[in-house]
């Protein structure tokens, strides 16, 4: 089994400042792990993801995170954000088995809300 | 690509009926789609995996009877939520599978009065 922490409920941050949304992951086998960006009443896009190779992972929107297996963290950051970036941000695990598949059930945090004030 | 469709955005209801909510994979095909619901603030609690052509894996707590999902092809899996009552009130978001990534619907508001 899987779970996954996100230590801020909420970040508030000016435009054009850095950010980090911390994660931080427990599991008892090898995982994949992604974030997802929600906007209001809207479903959820994939920011970027993990899966295996490079613990720098690149996304969209300028977005990067870094997979840290001995901390058990990906911590999600961007060196200036916008006031488009305001929105609800969800780190999730799956698990994936010795073959490297991944069990595809996923276990979300609990969600960072991201606010960026002019 | 891997665009998935979720349909309708929104619903409102009376109670006691049953809603339909259909979840589509429009440019790839997805063994597997996974059903989600979402309460306000709160993070997303998978409900169930529907697997198509078999039935689906419901999770702890899920009523099977009340949350029926029908996987009938390859890019379609569909949730009726069966004799509605107000606390089934929520937004639910579908995902479909392509390879280890779930992408997702747009989700659909559901409202019971």
């Known amino acids: 089994a899987q779970s996954v922490t996100q230590l801020d409920s909420q970040v508030p941050v000016f435009e054009e400042a850095p950010v980090e949304l911390r994660c931080n992951y427990s599991s008892s086998v090898s995982v994949y792990l992604f974030w997802y960006v929600q906007y209001p009443n809207q479903g959820l896009q994939l920011l970027l993801k993990y899966l295996s190779g490079s613990t720098l992972v690149k996304g969209i929107n300028g977005f990067e995170a870094e997979f840290n297996k001995s901390q058990t963290s990906f911590h999600l950051r961007k060196p200036s954000v916008h006031i488009s970036d305001t929105a609800e941000y969800f780190c999730?695990?799956?698990?994936?088995?010795?073959?490297?598949?991944?069990?595809?059930?996923?276990?979300f945090g609990q969600g960072t809300i991201l606010t960026v004030h002019p | 690509g891997a665009v998935v469709s979720q349909h309708p955005s929104r619903v409102i209801c009376k109670s006691g009926t049953s809603v339909k909510i259909e979840c589509r994979s429009l440019d790839f095909q997805a063994t597997t789609m996974f059903w989600y619901r979402q309460f306000p603030k709160k993070s997303l609690m998978l409900m169930a995996t529907s697997n198509e052509g078999s039935k689906a894996t419901y999770e702890q707590g899920v009523e099977k009877d009340k949350f029926l999902i029908n996987h009938a092809s390859l890019t379609l899996s569909t949730l009726t939520v069966t004799s509605a009552h107000p606390e089934d009130s929520s937004f639910y978001i579908c995902?479909?599978?392509?390879?280890?990534?779930?992408?997702f619907g747009a989700g659909t508001r559901l409202s019971v009065l």
């Open positions: 995902s479909a599978s392509y390879g280890d990534i779930q992408y």
């Open positions: 999730a695990v799956s698990g994936a088995n010795a073959g490297g598949t991944s069990y595809g059930k996923l276990t």
